[in-house]
């Protein structure tokens, strides 16, 4: 969700603000992603790797904010505060409408159950906390699925629980004056990452899908990328 907004006009220009410039290749690679997980919903049996494009994007998300981090954090400029205060401006406006209108929906459409079902995935939207609620009800792939309407917020409450724990981490590490403590950490989480998400996505499927700690290491691998193509390691 916020991936797409930063491709707009509005996103370009807060870029700019914040010293990241316009990078036509990256709209470039969202595209490609956007379109591959549209063909997987639409035609799964024709593009049965096109989920991969949730992939991409947390790539992408990861190097994005982690660009706009490093140069504030460079400056002298980065306040944690604030980083959060732009995060809501940017997704809850959109989030608001998104969730008000399935809420409006919902009453009229559902029936008392599963409106109570539905009532749980608005609370777990807007609090950031969908991929955990949508975990505990059913699976992605699920047959139930199909019947969730806020099913895509899962990934985003992905990426704002790496953006309460990244900016942390940054601060920290340009803190302790050593070159090599940011990649070692980034290198380390994301390691550890990888490995449970191969350890558990045999037997636990959802939970290797859904949860943060299984796909840490694509944020970041952008956040590293960033990182080298800044030259500070």
């Given at each position: 969700m916020e991936l797409l907004?930063?491709?707009?006009?509005?996103?370009?220009?807060?870029?700019?603000?914040?010293?990241?410039?316009?990078?036509?290749?990256?709209?470039g690679l969202r595209a490609v992603a956007v379109l591959s997980v549209i063909a997987f919903h639409v035609a799964p049996g024709w593009f049965k790797g096109g989920f991969v494009g949730v992939?991409?994007?947390?790539?992408?998300?990861?190097?994005?904010?982690?660009?706009?981090?490093?140069?504030?954090?460079?400056?002298?400029?980065?306040?944690?505060?604030?980083?959060?205060?732009?995060?809501i401006r940017r997704i809850y406006p959109a989030l608001f409408l998104v969730l008000s209108f399935v809420c409006v929906a919902g009453w009229i459409l559902l029936l008392p159950s599963d409106f109570v079902a539905l009532g749980k995935q608005i609370v777990g939207g807007s609090t950031f906390v969908a991929n955990f609620v949508l975990w505990w009800q059913s699976g992605?792939?699920?047959?139930?699925?199909?019947?969730?309407?806020l099913l895509h917020l899962w990934s985003l409450g992905v990426e704002e629980q790496y953006y309460?724990?990244?900016?942390?981490?940054?601060?920290?590490?340009?803190?302790?004056?050593?070159r090599l403590t940011l990649p070692s950490v980034f290198?380390?989480?994301?390691?550890?990452?990888?490995?449970?998400?191969?350890?558990?996505?045999?037997?636990?499927?959802?939970?290797?899908?859904?949860?943060?700690?299984?796909?840490?290491?694509e944020l970041f691998a952008g956040a590293g990328l960033s990182l080298w193509m800044q030259h500070d390691i």
């Open positions: 907004q930063t491709g707009t006009k509005a996103g370009t220009k807060a870029g700019v603000r914040s010293g990241i410039s316009y990078r036509s290749d990256i709209d992939d991409v994007f947390f790539v992408i998300s990861g190097f994005l904010i982690s660009s706009i981090i490093y140069k504030e954090l460079g400056s002298g400029t980065f306040s944690v505060v604030e980083f959060y205060v732009r995060r992605y792939f699920s047959s139930e699925a199909g019947l969730k309407p309460l724990i990244f900016p942390l981490i940054c601060i920290a590490c340009y803190r302790s004056k050593s290198l380390g989480i994301a390691a550890a990452s990888m490995f449970l998400n191969v350890a558990f996505v045999s037997k636990y499927s959802a939970a290797a899908y859904f949860l943060p700690f299984s796909r840490l290491w």
